[in-house]
């Protein structure tokens, strides 16, 4: 049972880790690619990440995970917060000399912080090597991703949704061919089963539990959905420029006045979305309330943006949720107003439950005799375990 236990946190763990890396954002884990945070974090490491909606806003001594703007050519940067100010926050590697700051990066929004890694006792809790192998993991699906596209010529398989898509196909094209072997056997027995002590009934061991293959399925099918919903979603900011004159351009907007600029909702995908626009600074407003989007086609919402009385640059973030439109759109209302991550998770579980037991039934004998004598063999087995754990544990 612990050997099985260990299987399924470890597999709950590797998705997570390639749910981030596909979807660029952590989920559950992160993990750093560079040397900027040692000695705290090593090149590789992994670490526990706490989304921003859970966590809260971050303080100074906090490491965060954030959206920057310039650090690297832009994209999601592990530091440090070392100071607070009025335009933002001020952040550091542990092993740099300067700030980002000091180096050309903005002030750090709210907006722009997607997690914080979890510390205790001010220490981040890390997880040697993690990410080292889930980067290589990672660009063997990159790899497998161009290949597809190249050969079918599909650039859908180019985009984030569409790898989700391709690895939802390959699990499902894998259950459809298990589930014939199964069915076409007469003795009842997966043909994943292996017999370790030469036919007897009580040496008998699943090579792959079914419950194990089950979890597996149903993880790729929440990675595909939080796919959809996550990697289109999240802070986007619209650089706008506060001016002492009138201008055509849509972000260049006259000091103390107010714009109105469109924001487009796209849906690539083949199932409706629901979407929420919510504001992440001060010089931004949107209309409350929910955006329906059909299959393969877009939408529009409107963003009232403010211009301060001091004119120059000044970012406006807005945050998108994004949900598959498989509940009732009250209920996904009220999930919404509770928390904007409760419909998420509300989703991914309906789906990831559902699928669970799908395959469970798929993977289950045709035969209803034959279902009883699997889980008469299943029961046998876990009582044997049970005993021979028990006698371990005596000895």
Do not use: C
Not at 216 to 225: N, Q, S
């Amino acid at each position: 049972m612990i050997r099985r236990g260990a299987q399924g946190i470890g597999i709950v763990v590797l998705v997570g880790l390639l749910a981030g890396q596909i979807l660029g954002q952590p989920i559950l884990l992160g993990f750093v690619e560079t040397g900027s945070m040692e000695p705290t974090i090593e090149t590789g490491d992994g670490f526990v990440a706490v989304p921003s909606e859970v966590g809260g806003d971050p303080t100074v001594g906090d490491v965060v995970v954030f959206d920057a703007e310039e650090i690297d050519g832009g994209g999601l940067t592990t530091h440090r917060v070392v100071d607070e100010t009025d335009r933002g926050y001020v952040t550091r590697g542990d092993a740099n000399p300067f700030t980002d700051q000091d180096s050309g990066e903005p002030s750090v929004q709210d907006g722009q912080i997607v997690a914080s890694a979890l510390q205790v006792n001010d220490e981040v809790v890390t997880i040697p090597n993690l990410g080292t192998g889930v980067m290589a993991i990672g660009d063997g699906l990159e790899r497998g991703q161009r290949w597809f596209a190249t050969t079918f010529g599909v650039r859908t398989f180019l985009e984030t949704a569409g790898l989700a898509y391709l690895l939802l196909g390959i699990s499902i094209g894998l259950y459809a061919i298990e589930t014939v072997r199964e069915r076409r056997r007469s003795d009842g027995r997966s043909s994943l089963e292996s017999d370790r002590s030469g036919g007897n009934g009580s040496g008998v061991e699943a090579a792959f539990d079914p419950r194990l293959l089950a979890g597996a399925f149903a993880l790729l099918v929440v990675v595909a959905a939080a796919a959809a919903m996550v990697a289109p979603a999240g802070t986007h900011s619209h650089d706008v420029i506060s001016a002492e004159f009138e201008s055509d351009r849509p972000l260049v907007v006259e000091q103390g006045t107010t714009e109105e600029i469109p924001y487009e909702v796209g849906n690539g995908g083949f199932v409706p979305i629901v979407t929420y626009i919510e504001p992440k600074s001060e010089n931004v407003d949107v209309e409350p309330g929910p955006t329906t989007v059909a299959p393969r086609e877009s939408a529009e919402v409107t963003l009232s943006i403010t211009a301060p009385d001091e004119t120059g640059y000044h970012p406006a973030y807005v945050t998108e949720y994004r949900f598959l439109s498989l509940l009732p759109l009250p209920v996904l209302d009220w999930l919404y107003d509770v928390h904007p991550w409760v419909p998420f998770v509300a989703i991914v579980s309906l789906l990831g439950g559902g699928f669970y037991w799908l395959g469970r039934l798929l993977l289950e004998p045709a035969d209803p005799r034959l279902r009883r004598v699997t889980r008469r063999r299943r029961r046998r087995e876990s009582h044997s375990e049970q005993r021979r754990s028990d006698s371990r544990g005596r000895n």
